[in-house]
């Protein structure tokens, strides 16, 4: 792990290859972003560089003439490196590195190095450490063409070959004792998991900078780490939370979503990421303030699918209303997304209506059945208890009777495992009984 604070920050020249017709509004929203992680990342944006093309060169991305331009401009303008908005081939970074003379990275790059600085537990620097190795790996060779600058011609190229087959063994071993240590790390979660087994689970999700940590302080009235930077939020946070019929539950706050978020980033956070999996209603936080919220409510609905979580009860928390003058705007939102709240978690706005909101989905969300279990099935019993939220209990002379709430997505393994101990109505179990 490194702290950007402490090294000298760069000059950075970014570029943007897009496919022509693109909206130049979003082009620029795309470049402002990217300033934004280089800001984040300890680099000052030196100037920007866009070409439209049908479709980016298979060598240097950018075409001769724009290369040729870049690189005058990056003298003129003293810039250390260059970074292109989309991702770049490991032949691609190695062509425009002799092209221009300096550094040359892509939006992943940035992304993982920002990961690499602000990741603090053990399970955030095991999953950033794997997703660095898996995106250099193919990025080797580039790294001793310096054998072949130094001395050139024949003779040089055996020494490079040997030592990128020797570096490639060293990343791949490493990686597989990161992703064995992943795996116990994820199975130290599921215990964890257990233990909270039958609360009901709420967990936050949002673009980056949305406003996830400011709301869950309000809802939670924890102590939650907040910083106005992109990925301020790494590592899964888990509190309680009182609804407002006074049942206890958990509520998450884990990792922001970007556009173009790199996959190794998203398959090396897979554990982290399965509190979301796992909750029984999502709170999508989206930041109303910003002009582009439709992009980026756009980007955590394509990233929760792949994810597998598309279709976990949800409601969208539209953030920062207390920065909005045009009215319009929120009536807008409230038309386009009927099942969304307005608040502002910087100023504890409407808080105890999102609360009601969180409540009522989830008893929507879950459906309530009755079990009877004779004494002699008492492990049947437990086992219940783990998999989902015991209502009302009713110890009768013969049997046990449960009434349990089970979320509907849980309903057909919960059915297949239970079946035998249905009660015949069906019904819940009076309180009173």
């Known amino acids: 792990m490194h702290d950007v604070g402490l090294r000298p920050r760069e000059r950075a020249f970014i570029v943007a290859v897009t496919k022509k017709g693109i909206d130049p509004e979003i082009v620029r929203e795309h470049l402002d972003e990217l300033a934004l992680l280089l800001d984040t990342a300890g680099a000052d944006v030196a100037g920007k560089l866009t070409q439209e093309r049908e479709r980016p060169d298979l060598s240097t991305a950018l075409g001769k003439g724009k290369v040729q331009e870049l690189k005058e401009l990056i003298i003129e303008t003293h810039a250390d490196l260059a970074v292109f ?19 040359v990275l892509d939006r992943s790059g940035v992304i993982l190095d920002i990961f690499a600085a602000h990741a603090k537990s053990v399970e955030a620097r095991t999953q950033v450490e794997l997703a660095q190795l898996q995106y250099l790996l193919p990025r080797l060779t580039r790294m001793w063409t310096h054998l072949s600058k130094q001395f050139g011609g024949i003779g040089t190229k055996g020494p490079g070959e040997t030592q990128i087959e020797t570096d490639r063994r060293m990343y791949r071993t490493r990686m597989q004792r990161l992703q064995e240590k992943l795996k116990e790390i994820d199975a ?84 982290t990421l399965a509190e979301t999996l796992e909750a029984d209603v999502l709170l ?72 009601q909101h969180m409540q009522e989905t989830y008893e929507e969300s879950a459906i309530v059945r009755t079990l009877t279990i004779p004494y002699s099935e008492m492990k049947a019993v437990a086992r219940i208890y783990e998999d989902v939220e015991v209502l009302v209990r009713d110890d009768t002379d013969t049997d046990i009777r449960l009434s349990v709430r089970v979320p509907s997505d849980k309903l057909p393994l919960f059915m297949a495992r239970y079946e035998k101990f249905l009660a015949a109505d069906g019904l819940p179990i009076s309180t009173t009984s």
């Open 85 to 103: 908005d989309d991702e770049l081939s490991p032949a691609q970074v190695r062509n425009l590195e002799e092209e221009l003379g300096v550094k």
């Open 188 to 271: 130290q979660r599921v215990v964890q998991r257990k233990g909270r087994e039958g609360l009901p689970r709420f967990a936050l999700v949002g673009y980056t900078n949305a406003g996830k940590s400011s709301l869950m302080r309000q809802l939670t009235q924890a102590d939650v780490f907040i910083e106005d930077r992109l990925f301020a939020t790494l590592d899964t946070t888990v509190r309680s939370l009182e609804l407002p019929s006074g049942q206890r539950s958990l509520v998450s706050d884990t990792v922001g979503f970007i556009r173009k978020l790199p996959a190794q980033l998203v398959a090396s956070f897979h554990s």
């Open 284 to 355: 999508h936080v989206v930041d109303l303030a910003n002009p582009h919220y439709r992009d980026h409510m756009s980007v955590v609905d394509e990233t929760l699918r792949t994810l597998g979580a598309a279709q976990t009860p949800m409601i969208v928390v539209f953030n920062k209303i207390d920065l909005i003058d045009d009215p319009l705007l929120i009536n807008d939102a409230e038309t386009e997304v009927p099942n969304c709240v307005f608040v502002s978690a910087e100023r504890g706005l409407n808080i105890t209506r999102l609360l």
